[in-house]
């Protein structure tokens, strides 16, 4: 059973960081191109960021680039979501994704940014 759990949403103040973890089980994580996605209230799902295999090439949504950095362990099964300079407009549900051809969603972290 394929699971990915989120972890390291909160409560941040405008201008800060935060360290989003995404850790996987039961696929071939080494496999996989990882993403991050997020949802505000009341928006669509928009994509966030993305971690190709092999090589490690990257892409950003143009709202976060030079912000937000994405990486990955496949020693440990896990991709993360380095964000810097935080927004308000940054609060959103924050969702990992895994695809090859099937593609998964973890539950997801909430991440709110607010002075």
């Known amino acids: 059973q394929v699971q990915l759990v989120e972890s390291g949403g909160g409560l941040v103040q405008p201008g800060g960081s935060l360290r989003l973890s995404c850790a996987a089980s039961g696929l071939a994580f080494s496999s996989y191109t990882m993403s991050w996605y997020r949802q505000a209230p009341g928006k669509e799902r928009e994509f966030v960021a993305r971690?190709?295999?092999?090589?490690?090439?990257?892409n950003y949504a143009d709202s976060v680039k030079g912000r937000f950095a994405i990486s990955r362990d496949n020693a440990k099964d896990t991709v993360y979501l380095q964000m810097s300079s935080l927004k308000p407009e940054d609060t959103a549900v924050y969702y990992c994704?895994?695809?090859?051809?099937?593609?998964?969603w973890g539950q997801g972290t909430q991440v709110t940014v607010s002075s």
């Open positions: 971690i190709m295999t092999p090589g490690g090439l990257t």
């Open positions: 994704h895994a695809q090859i051809v099937r593609q998964y």
